[in-house]
């Protein structure tokens, strides 16, 4: 690692070196910054030798940030957007915008929130179109890292804590954040279950036959940790990734749940349920809507995160 002086410098290095570490591709950075991509390779190297760090190294298909590139990149992003706002402040119409978003999250968010997103693209930007791709997991920075999502709604604690552990740290997280509600699990089942007649205690909770909710196919989950916090275990016998189809099962078997309760109506099948306070403490659901940092100043971005962030306001 070397000291660098300014004086010595070529300023377009670095903004060759910031659109690099955001395509994580010398092909897609030379295209986004009209260049071939041998000229994107020769900046890439000169600024190499200049800071005396590889920056960034080949990892299959994609390029590998270094601990020097990831502590150096929100320097020089940061810097470079703010000099691009004082220089020509980029602007986002929507009646005119063209742009396709992709967004990442559950079912029952997506049959909540997706309606009045819909009615707010008709009528403020009817040529943007939206794609909405299934939650496969309850981290999905790599999503967002390699360019597969624009936006990940929903309840991600683990990632969270990294993203706070690192800020506290002084470390670059390279993804950010916002909550967007907070709410409460109940246990759910259908109407005439033996269980909806009679209080609901520990005992006969563990003891019912469950089904689980699981994005990634795992049979155990929150329910399940606060269930060994107490020395207690639940029988589950089914799981499934979607909470429509959770919804269903329930109002048509004697097997147990446990749901948002937020997402109880989105089912669709409400009426058939009952549901029922849990007995142990469990912590509450908060979902928040995570991107990548090299989305954050696009203003299109920014337009499309304050939708969600009303509706949900609305909604939740």
């Known amino acids: 690692m070397r000291d660098v002086s300014l004086r010595n410098l070529d300023l377009n290095l670095l903004k060759v070196f910031d659109m690099v570490m955001s395509e994580r591709s010398l092909t897609r950075a030379a295209e986004q910054l009209a260049l071939t991509q041998p000229a994107v390779?020769?900046?890439?190297?000169?600024?190499?030798?200049?800071?005396?760090?590889?920056?960034?190294?080949?990892?299959?298909?994609?390029?590998?940030?270094?601990?020097?590139?990831?502590?150096?990149?929100?320097?020089?992003?940061g810097c470079l957007q703010q000099l691009q706002a004082s220089l020509a402040p980029p602007g986002f119409d929507p009646a005119s915008a063209t742009s396709t978003f992709v967004l990442t999250m559950a079912d029952a968010t997506a049959a909540e929130m997706m309606p009045g997103l819909l009615g707010i693209i008709t009528a403020q930007a009817p040529h943007v179109s939206l794609r909405v791709v299934p939650l496969t997991t309850r981290d999905p920075r790599q999503l967002l890292e390699d360019g597969h999502a624009d936006l990940a709604v929903g309840h991600f604690p683990a990632v969270l804590a990294d993203l706070t552990a690192r800020a506290q740290a002084g470390d670059s997280a390279g993804f950010l954040h916002h909550r967007l509600f907070s709410g409460d699990y109940v246990c759910v089942m259908r109407k005439g279950h033996p269980l909806a007649r009679e209080p609901l205690t520990l005992q006969r909770f563990c003891e019912a036959r469950h089904m689980l909710v699981s994005f990634s196919g795992r049979p155990y989950g929150f329910i399940d940790e606060a269930l060994a916090a107490l020395d207690q275990r639940r029988h589950v016998v089914l799981t499934v990734n979607q909470f429509f189809t959770a919804g269903k099962v329930v109002a048509q078997s004697d097997v147990l749940t446990v749901l948002p309760r937020h997402f109880v109506g989105v089912t669709g099948f409400a009426q058939d349920l009952v549901l029922r306070e849990l007995p142990f403490l469990v912590p509450p659901i908060q979902v928040d809507a995570l991107w990548h940092l090299r989305k954050d100043a696009d203003r299109s971005h920014a337009w499309l995160r304050d939708q969600i962030a009303n509706l949900a306001a609305k909604a939740f």
């Not at 900046?43 to 190294?57: I, K, N, Y």
């Open 41 to 77: 390779s020769n900046a890439l190297r000169r600024l190499r030798e200049a800071l005396g760090d590889e920056l960034l190294v080949r990892k299959g298909r994609t390029l590998e940030p270094t601990p020097r590139a990831e502590t150096l990149w929100p320097a020089v992003r």
